[in-house]
């Protein structure tokens, strides 16, 4: 941030201007088919997942390449903020590699690792559960914290707090936010873990609620990250400049995050890594910020699949080999599956290899929603943090083979958990032990599963 | 001398004056107008929808689908006598647009299938609040309302929409449909929504058994 984030501002007051249909409908879907059409990059199903160096860079090449031929939208002024390939490139050469998340002795340092590197990815896990339900939220959130493999928190968000309903905009959403950074505050300290990293604010969305927040030091620069993400399809608002700047200013960490929507303004998964490439490239102009969150999800709503293992471990092989800040994706299914479906297990760890040999170094909502599921994917990445690519995608292959479209199965915590003692079921057990054997016999081993 | 189903490939591949010509000279070899719409142009688009499904198409494909369509139904229009122009869906009005968030997706997904099966659609875009919805549907009298939520501080704003409409006495002008990622068929009962879709393409048929359509 500096003298750029300034121009960006002014740029978004005097750059061309389009109609937004036009810009989502013709200009964006014409130039990212016309560059990947140029790199000749293709994605081929047998392979869920993008290994190789070359087709990377020719990646990331594509994404600086839609970056500065399209440019970033301006929603409020209809106007594009266009870049020079020279001043990007001065942004990815300037920018800190690591990030330091959370406080002390819980603080976790993030920094670049290669594919196959002994070092596991950092686990982050969810905390929570979608209800109006304080105390059931806290319970959920205790089952993930607890767990030692637990990294940092990302709150999911509250849907309520008893009768009260938030509003957007209004006072009710401030109070949900606050509420939430109580309860992970709470949860952090029961756990005997109070400097743990807590994410991002995730029950506000707008600048005033995100801003008051912060101001109330529940959330503050050792604990938790601005979001300043990126609209869908290269758009920016006034909202992300002045979140950007108000993170700076506070010694905030922004959260830089692009999640591509498979099939809907994009093609497929070739389209949805080069535009990630670009948003991550755009956000770290009008940003300082130095790591970022990349996914992807079908326009059905899909968190998983070969087309999306592709996708994200394109995205990351990309970013490793050219861009040097630490990259974290996710590490679930999302909310469709339950705790108990093979489904869901699988592609927990699905995620958490991809991680491994794409030279990821983190993974957030580790495992969807209770502690064992996040438990599960935290020790995967640690078993497979030093595997070859080669055995990583083997096992990747393997499990697409098992994989199946999920179907929405959620069970109650109290049947999963024992919630007095917060100890998982023998039934809930048992099927992580269950995994524990499937995957020791495709060649992963952790410590505490013998 | 070309046949039906030639519009119907050109309109697949989103050939605008190919399929205008097309059209036109269709209608001047005295094809029956509806079999024009119905196996050429709705076919076509219906091609477009398929792909889309398939995921081998994506949403400005949609768009520029029904840009096609638009292009060549005004040739039918013009062909057919009166009454049947009427009987069309296309004198139905719907208003659509995403309730807060800028998350406009499932919307556009919505308004492309409702246009090109001959709604007049209304689209107000994104981060509409309770009040611009029910402005728009007064100034410009739409028939059905339709409100699309991504995120749960969304859900409130409909409750509170569906409950607007409902002191300012209008409630029964407008059948109201919602859908989104973070909804359900209870929720849209619990706030009194005329219907709920889980799917984009729901919203098709919901507007069509909701304002009675053929």
């Keep these: 941030m500096g003298k750029l984030f300034w121009e960006i501002v002014d740029r978004t007051m005097t750059g061309p201007i389009m109609k937004e249909d036009e810009f ?89 690792r290669a594919p196959g590197d002994e070092q596991h990815p950092y686990t982050f896990f969810p905390a929570g559960i979608l209800t ?71 029950c506000a969305t707008t600048p005033g609620a995100l801003m ?96 999306i293992w592709w996708c994200n471990s394109a995205a990351a092989l990309a970013a490793e080999r050219n861009l040097n800040v630490p990259w974290i994706s996710f590490g679930c299914m999302g909310h469709q599956v339950g705790p108990l479906t093979d489904e869901s297990w699988y592609a927990i760890a699905a995620a958490s290899i991809t991680a491994c040999i794409s030279g990821m170094e983190g993974m957030w909502l580790v495992g969807g929603t209770t502690g064992l599921e ?25 499990i697409a083979k098992k994989y199946k479209e999920p179907k929405h199965m959620p069970i109650p915590l109290n049947e999963l958990y024992d919630l007095k003692t917060l100890r998982p079921t023998k039934e809930f057990l048992d099927h992580y032990k269950k995994f524990t054997k499937i995957f020791r016999a495709m060649g992963l081993n952790y410590p505490t599963w013998d | 001398m070309v046949e039906i189903s030639d519009l119907r490939k050109v309109v697949g591949e989103l050939k605008q004056k190919e399929a205008e010509e097309i059209t036109k000279e269709l209608l001047a070899q005295g094809l029956d107008p509806l079999m024009v719409l119905e196996d050429g142009i709705v076919q076509g688009l219906n091609d477009v929808g398929e792909r889309f499904q398939a995921k081998k198409a994506i949403i ?106 409902n002191q300012l006495g209008v409630r029964e002008k407008y059948k109201v449909i919602v859908g989104g990622a973070i909804t359900s068929k209870k929720w849209a009962e619990s706030i009194g929504a005329d219907g709920w879709g889980a799917q984009a393409k729901d919203g098709v048929e919901l507007a069509k058994k909701l304002l009675e359509v053929a």
């Design chain 2, 60 to 165: 400005p494909d949609l768009v520029k689908g029904g840009i096609v369509a638009r292009t060549c139904i005004p040739y039918v229009e013009a062909a057919l006598s009166k009454e049947e122009v009427q009987g069309a869906p296309k004198g139905k009005k719907i208003l659509i647009g995403t309730m807060l968030s800028q998350h406009n997706i499932g919307k556009n997904l919505v308004s492309t299938f409702l246009s090109i099966n001959g709604f007049d659609v209304v689209d107000i875009g994104s981060e509409n609040g309770p009040w611009d919805f029910y402005q728009k549907a007064e100034e410009v009298g739409v028939d059905m309302i339709a409100v699309s939520v991504m995120f749960i501080p969304a859900r409130e704003k409909v409750a509170e929409f569906t409950d607007l409409l």
């Design chain 1, 24 to 112: 989502e409908n013709e200009f964006f879907p014409t130039k990212i088919a016309e560059i990947v059409a140029k790199h000749k990059i293709e994605y081929d199903p047998e392979e869920p997942i993008m290994s190789d160096p070359g087709i990377a860079d020719e990646i990331f090449q594509a994404g600086l390449e839609l970056l500065v031929e399209v440019g970033l939208y301006c929603k409020d002024t209809k106007r594009i903020v266009k870049f020079t390939e020279e001043e990007i490139k001065e942004v990815i050469q300037t920018r800190k590699s690591e990030v330091t998340l959370g406080k002390d002795r819980d603080a976790v340092t993030l920094r670049p």
């Design chain 1, 374 to 398: 996040a438990r599960w994917g935290a020790e995967i990445a640690r078993a497979a943090a030093g595997i070859k690519v080669s055995d990583g995608v083997a096992m990747i292959k393997e």
């Design chain 1, 132 to 202: 109006r339900d304080v105390s059931k939220y806290k319970q959920y959130a205790l089952t993930t914290a607890q767990e030692p493999t637990c990294d940092g928190l990302i709150p999911v968000p509250l849907t309520g707090i008893g009768d009260i309903k938030p509003a957007s905009g209004t006072p009710t959403e401030t109070l949900l936010a606050l509420t939430e950074a109580q309860i992970m505050n709470e949860v952090a300290t029961w756990v005997g873990r109070p400097g743990l990293f807590l994410g991002i604010p995730m």
């Design chain 1, 212 to 307: 008051t927040v912060f101001a109330s030091g529940l959330y503050n620069k050792y604990n938790c990250c601005m979001p300043v993400q990126i609209l869908q399809e290269m758009r920016i608002n006034y909202d992300r400049l002045n979140l950007a700047f108000f993170a700076q200013q506070h010694g905030i960490v922004p959260w830089i995050s692009s999640c591509a929507v498979l099939y809907a303004y994009i093609t497929g998964p070739v389209q949805a890594a080069v535009e990630i490439i670009a948003h991550t490239l755009g956000m770290m102009a009008f940003s300082d910020g130095s790591f970022t969150q990349a996914m992807s999800n079908t326009v059905d709503g899909l968190y998983a699949g070969p087309d």
